[in-house]
Every structure is written in C-alpha cells, then in structure tokens.
C-alpha cells in the first residue's frame, strides 16, 4: 500500500490559457507551443525539486496528453511516476477528453496511475446519473486493465446551498463537508479509486470523510488554487490522519513563477528554481507535521 504521494499537477488545459497565459479566445498553433514550452519549465522544477530527496518513489506528476506529451516522454525516460487524466478539461460535467476512444488513449501511454475529476454535488441529481454511468464504464475498463485510480472530487455549492450560506466560506464550513460524504457514498456504489484527491476541511471533519471512503482507499489533498496560507491549514488539519498520505497541489505553486515568466520578469531557468523550491517546501512541510504526530 502506498504511505506517501506528492503529486505537483499541470494537467490544466482551458484554464491553462486563460489563467496563466492571459488568452481570452480561443488558442493557436503559437499559443500551443507556448503553453507545452510552460508546461517543461513546471517540469524541470520537479526534476530539481527531486534533487532534495533520497528517492523518486513518493512523487509524481499529472499531466495531459495534449499539451504535455513532451513532458510524459521525459516522465517516462527518467522513470518519475506518472499520472494521466482522462476527462474533457473545462466541463462541469465529466466526459472523456477522447469520448469512447479514452481506453485507447491511456493503452497508449502506460501511465503509472489513471486520474478522473467529477463536480459532483448529490443535489443535482439528473447530471449525477450520467456521470455515474460514465464512471461505471471508467471502472468497467480498469477492472481488465488494473490501472490505479486518482478520483479528484470537487463539491460545489448549487444556487440554493449559496441562498442557504450566502457565502462560499461558510458553505465551505458547514455544507460541504456532508455534502462530500454523500457524493462520495454514491461515487463508489460506481467505482472504487485507490486514491480519493480531496478538498481540504476542518480538522473535526475528517474523521466522519475518512469513514465514507473504502478502507484500502487512501487520500491525498488538493490544493484549489488556493493562497499559500490556506492549503498550510488544510494540510495541518489532514496532518493527523494516517489514511492522508500527502497532497496534489498545482496552481498554488506554479501560477505565480508562469505568470512571471510569461510577463518577461523571470528567466526560464528562474521560474523553474522558483517552481521546484515552492513544490521541495510543501513537501518538506507535510513531512514535518508528519513527523511531529
């Protein structure tokens, strides 16, 4: 059974544009290029952020096919876990990136782990039914093929758990916690990950969460974006539990160094130092709460 994973992911592809390159419409051939080329330098700082630690075997990257295929060659070649997704990017409905040809497409790479993202909140019930159909056909391909499976489970609130809240901080608080249990409790009626991506929750939560999921399941944190000093508390509030093995965090790492660089304002070399001594601090972070409990 796995006890750590550090996963720094860049699978992003709409927002990727959007985001971090400042591209309203839709991308070409140059803003393509542009974007692959970003997509090494996030890499390169994972290969110096692994020069900090004994071995590789707690790390990976999760990347896409279609904008990070030089990337998954290099992954590859320098035998750094790898992680494949396998949804359309940009939807708030899941559905295969490749439709019925997604099989073919994971064949194809050999990745060390498969990664699925559903918005699944159990109050939108007709969307539910046909994302679960569709996680039944993800699951019905892994029952041949073995391959290990990250869910990232995003909860958002629905315009009446907003009208409840009125905000999101306190829907975060007090809804999505249930709510997580409840969408957790139908996905694996469907499929069974190996490894639940979560969003972070109070310290008292987690308990109940770590209940839901299937007792070989472990769970890794995601990071959402958000600000340095709030993924520190989410981490801190997962630190305690021995079925949260580490965290998969992205844009809280790599958006700034990009932006810099896209901006002129950092060196290709220097985004990459920045990105992998952010990604070597969350780590040595994680390992430090571990090791005080």
Same mark, same amino acid.
Do not use: M
């Given at each position: 059974m796995i006890k750590n994973l550090f996963i720094l992911p860049f699978d992003h592809r709409k927002s990727f544009f959007k985001e971090i390159m400042g591209i309203k419409g839709k991308p070409g051939p140059k803003d393509v290029k542009q974007a692959s080329e970003l997509k090494n330098i996030i890499f390169s700082g994972v290969e110096l952020a692994l020069t900090d630690f004994s071995s590789k075997k707690d790390f990976a990257v999760l990347v896409d096919e279609q904008l990070g295929l030089d990337v998954i060659k290099k992954a590859k070649k320098e035998k750094i876990a790898l992680c494949l997704?396998?949804? +359309?990017?940009?939807?708030?409905?899941?559905?295969?990136?490749?439709?019925? /040809?997604?099989? *073919?497409? #994971? $064949?194809? !790479?050999?990745?060390?782990?498969?990664?699925?993202?559903?918005?699944?909140?159990?109050?939108?019930?007709?969307?539910?039914?046909?994302?679960?159909?569709?996680?039944?056909?993800?699951?019905?391909?892994?029952?041949?093929?073995?391959?290990?499976?990250?869910?990232?489970?995003?909860?958002?609130?629905?315009?009446?758990?907003?009208?409840?809240? +009125?905000?999101?901080?306190?829907?975060?608080?007090?809804?999505?916690?249930? /709510?997580?249990? *409840?969408? #957790? $409790?139908? !996905?694996?009626?469907k499929i069974t990950p190996d490894i639940w991506k979560l969003e972070g929750f109070e310290k008292k939560d987690w308990p109940s969460i770590i209940k839901s999921i299937n007792k070989k399941s472990r769970i890794i944190i995601l990071g959402r974006g958000e600000e340095q000093a709030r993924v520190e508390k989410w981490l801190k509030n997962a630190s305690a539990f021995k079925e949260i093995i580490g965290f998969a965090i992205g844009r809280t790492i790599f958006e700034e160094p990009l932006q810099l660089y896209v901006k002129g304002d950092l060196t290709k070399k220097e985004a990459a130092l920045y990105i992998g001594l952010k990604f070597s601090y969350f780590v040595d972070f994680w390992n430090k709460l571990k090791n005080e409990k």
């Open positions: 997704p396998v949804e +359309k990017s940009g939807q708030q409905d899941f559905d295969f990136e490749f439709g019925k /040809k997604f099989a *073919e497409h #994971i $064949k194809k !790479i050999r990745p060390d782990y498969v990664k699925v993202l559903i918005r699944y909140n159990p109050d939108n019930k007709k969307i539910n039914e046909k994302q679960l159909e569709k996680l039944a056909e993800l699951e019905s391909f892994r029952k041949k093929s073995k391959y290990p499976l990250v869910l990232e489970l995003l909860v958002p609130a629905t315009r009446q758990n907003l009208k409840t809240c +009125k905000t999101e901080n306190n829907y975060d608080l007090k809804l999505r916690p249930g /709510k997580t249990i *409840e969408a #957790i $409790k139908e !996905i694996k009626e």
